[in-house]
């Protein structure tokens, strides 16, 4: 597998008013292409700060950053971001959502409205182009944060926390058809890194797990997930990932 | 519970998906007063996301347990677009669907307002309040393609 992205030795500090507070302490690892990974970690391990690190919407303080074995340098636009809170424009339709990525790319109204009308039939949301986010449930939503990040085809889908706020069973329903997106080879992402703090679902979804310890968040773990898919959370060996995850936790 | 006097429950499609896949996990049978303390959700809750499955055919209740219908097994093993397709047939089929695409096609220009489409409600699900059932309507309706509906001029369109 080739390197996408490599971390090496990467810290991130915070000026703050009662002093400097280190989020990430000398953070490593690579993610391969192709890959799913699940960084989970408690409260204040500094995940989504490190997603940010490696969309480029945040410098490290100090350590390296290699996309594709070169440095990487500000924003990376081979990433795409999916967020919790769905970071949808109210004011603006689902299709208007779902093109605001492509708008900086490319100048051809004609294309982005083509690829627009192709990720929302990918994620299944032909019929609520027209639709307001104000309109949609949980989930809807959620599908519209995944077209918008399909869309600009990016190599890499970086999520933050994208199920948590999502009701149980919407939640089970878009873990299945993320898997089944990441499977499409029509999609040109596909390598995936998710931040969760549910260790459960970074089990079920992931090939790998980073496991970050509590504040400055270091890597206390690197688990391959060999098991096959789709996974039960009823079986022995899915309990004893479960386990090993919680004992590097604790 | 398919009849044309049947609500509709406020239930999105991604929830009645999340349900199939649940039960596929657990072999496509399950009690549905476990279910819903496995999910952490209020009975009645389940109860809804459970009536809404069975009014699209995905699922029936025998003896206080929810099974999945073959219908249910052809869904969950559809790609995404796949899955739309199925369930846009099924929810073309329900009375309440039926009812507000003739009044549509009636229409020469097309279009319909959202109080003319209340009205319609109330007519067609005469013992329940229409506005708790016009969510669905709009939701489900727009993920069949059915209808569009424009909330700023808060009207139906034939898509």
Do not use: C
């Not at chain 1, 992402?189 to 496991?211: F, K, P, Q, S």
């Not at chain 2, 025998?62 to 249910?72: A, H, L, R, T, Y």
């Not at chain 2, 869904?75 to 003739?102: D, M, W």
């Amino acid at each position: 597998m080739n390197p996408l992205i490599e971390l090496q030795d990467m810290t991130r500090r915070f000026l703050l008013p009662q002093g400097e507070l280190t989020v990430l302490d000398q953070v490593s690892f690579t993610a391969y292409e192709g890959e799913f990974i699940a960084i989970v970690g408690p409260s204040g391990a500094g995940k989504s700060t490190l997603l940010r690190i490696m969309n480029g919407l945040l410098p490290p303080s100090s350590g390296k950053i290699l996309y594709q074995g070169k440095p990487q340098r500000g924003i990376n636009y081979e990433t795409a971001m999916v967020f919790q809170n769905f970071g949808l424009l109210p004011w603006l339709t689902v299709a208007q959502n779902v093109e605001l990525g492509l708008e900086a790319r490319t100048k051809d109204a004609a294309l982005r409205m083509k690829t627009v009308s192709h990720y929302i039939n990918k994620v299944g949301l032909e019929g609520y182009e027209e639709a307001y986010p104000r309109e949609l449930s949980g989930g809807m939503k959620q599908r519209v944060g995944l077209a918008r990040a399909l869309a600009v085809e990016p190599a890499i889908l970086l999520m933050d926390e994208p199920f948590s706020s999502l009701d149980v069973l919407t939640s089970i329903n878009l873990r299945n058809e993320l898997i089944d997106i990441w499977n499409d080879r029509d999609n040109v992402v596909n390598t995936m890194v998710m931040v969760t703090h549910n260790i459960e679902e970074a089990i079920e979804l992931a090939d790998r797990v980073l496991v970050l310890s509590s504040r400055p968040g270091r890597i206390a773990g690197d688990l391959r997930i060999d098991l096959p898919r789709p996974r039960q959370k009823r079986d022995r060996a899915f309990l004893e990932y479960v386990d090993r995850v919680f004992s590097l936790l604790a | 519970m398919t009849t044309a006097s049947s609500s509709l429950p406020e239930i999105g499609i991604s929830q009645i998906l999340g349900l199939l896949e649940l039960l596929q996990g657990k072999g496509g049978r399950e009690d549905i007063y476990k279910l819903a303390g496995e999910l952490s959700m209020e009975l009645g809750e389940t109860l809804s996301v459970i009536k809404a499955a069975e009014l699209l055919s995905l699922v029936h209740t025998p003896g206080g347990d929810v099974v999945v219908e073959d219908f249910g097994t052809r869904v969950l093993e559809a790609s995404i677009p796949e899955r739309k397709e199925l369930l846009a047939t099924k929810i073309g089929e329900l009375p309440v669907f039926k009812s507000v695409r003739e009044f549509l096609d009636s229409k020469d220009d097309g279009e319909v307002t959202r109080e003319e489409v209340l009205d319609k409600l109330a007519e067609l699900i005469p013992n329940e309040d229409a506005e708790s059932s016009f969510t669905a309507l709009v939701n489900w309706g727009r993920y069949a393609e059915i209808f569009g509906y424009n909330d700023d001029t808060q009207t139906f369109y034939r898509p």
